[in-house]
């Protein structure tokens, strides 16, 4: 089966810094672009990044561009989020998804079941 | 930065068909998906590429795409189809991915 597995999510204080894992299996990996998607609660979906298939593109959302970073390991079979400089507005589940292609256009067909992060002093 | 409108809810009687809307400019040229997400779920692919079902989704789910709009419809809405419901597109212009605020279907 397919499935994809993050772990990292915590409580922290504003200001401070977490990384995000996603563990993927049941597919090779190294073929997929792979995303990053945040839900505040009881807040709609909202993409935070995505990382091409290699690894050697990225893009992040204006919301997070400077402060996170998307980055992959393909003999890992793992995604990466690196969140710094933590706010209140940053307080949300992170899922990881799969691209149902290697394009960054493509929809995301598989989602892990999220990891919490809330940032609060 | 480009944006997606969708109505915050929709509510229709089992049996009936469910519609749900997704605006934004010239979005007929662009690439539609659509997710369910039911309370406390992670997000599941229902539509991708404006009009086509993942396998395990029901013919139920149909889509389209032309315009200023979108559509996801749900033809003989079950109980079971209540949930929030979201169109995702990818801006090439920016690169981003963009989600619409997400409708919530309620069967009543």
């Known amino acids: 089966d397919v499935l994809l597995v993050e772990s990292g999510g915590r409580s922290v204080q504003p200001g401070m810094s977490l990384r995000l894992s996603c563990s993927a299996s049941?597919?090779?990996?190294?073929?997929?672009?792979m995303n990053w998607v945040r839900q505040a609660p009881g807040k709609g979906l909202r993409w935070v990044a995505h990382v091409s298939a290699s690894g050697d593109r990225t893009f992040h959302a204006d919301s997070v561009k400077g402060r996170f970073t998307i980055s992959r390991d393909n003999a890992k079979n793992a995604i990466f989020l690196q969140l710094t400089s933590l706010t209140a507005e940053d307080t949300a589940v992170y899922f990881c998804?799969?691209?149902?292609?290697?394009?960054?256009?493509?929809?995301?067909?598989?989602w892990g079941q999220g990891t919490p992060v809330t940032v609060s002093s | 930065s480009y944006e997606l409108t969708q109505p915050p809810s929709v509510s229709v009687a089992p049996g009936q068909t469910a519609t749900v809307t997704c605006g934004g400019t010239d979005i007929g040229k662009k690439n539609v998906h659509w997710y369910q997400q039911r309370p406390g779920q992670a997000p599941v692919l229902v539509i991708h590429y404006d009009t086509d079902r993942p396998s395990g989704i029901p013919e139920r789910f149909s889509g389209s795409n032309s315009g200023n709009t979108a559509t996801l419809s749900i033809r003989g809405v079950e109980a079971g189809d209540e949930a929030d419901y979201y169109c995702q597109v990818w801006d090439r212009s920016s690169g981003h991915g963009v989600f619409g605020g997400g409708t919530k279907l309620t069967v009543l």
């Open positions: 049941g597919f090779t990996f190294a073929n997929y672009g």
């Open positions: 998804a799969k691209n149902l292609g290697g394009s960054n256009s493509s929809p995301f067909d598989v």
